[in-house]
Nanobody, 115 residues
Framework: QVQLVESGGGLVQPGGSLRLSCAASGNFDSIYVMGWYRQAPGLQREMVATVSSSGLTNYLDSVKGRFTISRDKPKNTVYLQMSSLEPEDTAVYYC?????????WGQGTQVTVSS
């Protein structure tokens, strides 16, 4: 079992920044992928950014150059630094952990970009 707890969402003006955190606990495999997904009202959940256990990263095209995913391995925490936020980035952001045996999701944190 893996448990994920997100934090760091909130209301920010266009052009602003936020940092999301995802603290993981439980039994990890040596090979896994952690990432951030988001879901806006009426839309499907989409991948925003992922980082593998080997450090490889992947980003949604629309966030490249604005968002950065990073991890603190000793703390089992993954971060999403979001800059130059746009109203289109408004969504509930979810942390996800996946390995060969299971997929776990966090409870989600709301990010609202509005003036």
């Amino acid at each position: 079992q893996v448990q994920l707890v997100e934090s760091g969402g909130g209301l920010v003006q266009p052009g602003g920044s936020l940092r999301l955190s995802c603290a993981a606990s439980g039994n990890f495999d040596s090979i896994y992928v952690m990432g951030w997904y988001r879901q806006a009202p009426g839309l499907q959940r989409e991948m925003v950014a992922t980082v593998s256990s080997s450090g490889l990263t992947n980003y949604l095209d629309s966030v490249k150059g604005r968002f950065t995913i990073s991890r603190d391995k000793p703390k089992n925490t993954v971060y999403l630094q979001m800059s130059s936020l746009e109203p289109e980035d408004t969504a509930v952001y979810y942390c996800r952990y996946t390995n060969s045996r299971l997929t776990a999701w966090g409870q989600g944190t709301q990010v609202t970009v509005s003036s």
